[in-house]
């Protein structure tokens, strides 16, 4: 008999997603002896009925009303209402695809290993054009700066990747989430298990899909709440940033610098170096891979870019009482 665990969804507005997600999971919680935890954050687009309806039918699923809103504060409040019954905690995104034996290889690995925590890979895929190329950018280097676990893995140990089971005794022993933190709060935790003696193991066996934001203003604003989430990370613990962190953190004063043209054109010159890598990576990827969508996938990456510097530098340079600093 496999150890319990609880399967816990933070879930906003997701009614195009969660009906199919829950029917998935249900023969891995059956076969797991687990609960479902829908932790909803305030849905108004149809999502708590469909889950609801599910339910009904399916005592092992239940619906849990976050008043947080943030996925950090809606497991920690799955892990405090239900964390006592389960030995592992397995987060579900319910904006993904999942494999059918996805949990039960991460509870296999986690045995097999004795890690406390196995992350995974996350890929990413799209449906329209703009979800290709933003696909295409974020399964780069050139968007995610080489990051391990946005790449297949043979299994290794880590330091951070994408969430899928923890320990709840590790979980709770580092105190959960920080709920501060709306976006990164998964490297945060990460940080602190790792400082703790907690070992990270990356999947070989299993993996998850993304589906991105469908439109580039949805990926700006996103990738704004990352960089913030990376800047308060930097300063809650006095990190340095990777190399692969430091080098976007110069998009948003490169295109402050090109305001200053005007004054003498040298001034637009890394600008214009950034955008040509960019644009140039998203033809070569459209060529090379014969797949017209990609070309869009600089555009893609430059938005990533300065969402994601943007908002490093406003949470940096903000306000005391706003950068997560005590």
């Known amino acids: ?8 969804i933070p879930c906003l507005n997701e009614a195009a997603h969660i009906g199919a997600l829950l029917e998935q999971l249900r023969p891995a919680a059956e076969r797991l002896g687990a609960r479902i935890v ?3 954050g305030g849905s108004t687009d149809g999502t708590l009925t469909i889950v609801e309806q599910i339910a009904a039918k399916d005592p ?11 996925q950090s504060a809606a497991i920690n409040l799955a892990v405090a209402t239900f964390g006592d019954s389960a030995e592992y905690l397995i987060r ?3 904006h993904g695809g999942y494999p059918a034996d ?7 690995e986690a045995l097999a290993t004795g890690a406390d925590s196995v992350v995974v890979s996350m890929l990413t895929s799209g449906s329209g054009a703009v979800q290709k190329a933003v696909a295409a950018a974020q399964n780069s280097k050139l968007g995610t700066g080489g990051s391990k676990h946005r790449h297949l893995s043979a299994g290794e140990w880590i330091d951070h990747g994408h969430h899928a089971l923890m320990r709840i005794s590790a979980f ?11 976006h990164n709060e998964d490297a945060e935790l990460d940080y602190r298990l790792r400082q703790a003696g907690y070992r990270i193991w990356m999947s070989g066996k299993t993996q998850m899909v993304y589906y991105p934001r469908s439109s580039l203003k949805g990926l700006y604003f996103q990738y704004l709440g990352y960089g913030r989430g990376r800047a308060k990370n930097v300063l809650k613990h006095r990190m340095i940033p990777k190399v692969r962190q430091m080098i976007p953190l110069l998009v948003f004063p490169v295109v402050l610098l090109a305001a200053l043209s005007f004054v003498h054109w040298v001034a637009a010159i890394p600008l214009l170096v950034w955008a040509s890598v960019c644009l140039g990576y998203g033809l070569w990827t459209a060529v090379s891979q014969r797949n017209p969508d990609a070309a869009l996938a600089g555009i893609s990456a430059m938005v990533m870019h ?13 306000p005391r009482s706003q950068r997560g600093v005590a």
């Open 1 to 8: 008999m496999p150890p319990s665990s609880l399967i816990v």
């Open 38 to 40: 829908v932790a909803d």
């Open 60 to 70: 092992q699923i239940v619906l849990l009303h976050n008043a947080k809103r943030i």
């Open 92 to 94: 579900i995104d319910a």
């Open 102 to 108: 996805y949990c039960d290889r991460l509870v296999e």
């Open 172 to 182: 709770t022993a580092v105190g959960g989430y920080d709920e501060t933190f709306s």
């Open 306 to 318: 300065f969402g994601w510097s943007v908002g490093f530098w406003l949470q940096l340079l903000g």
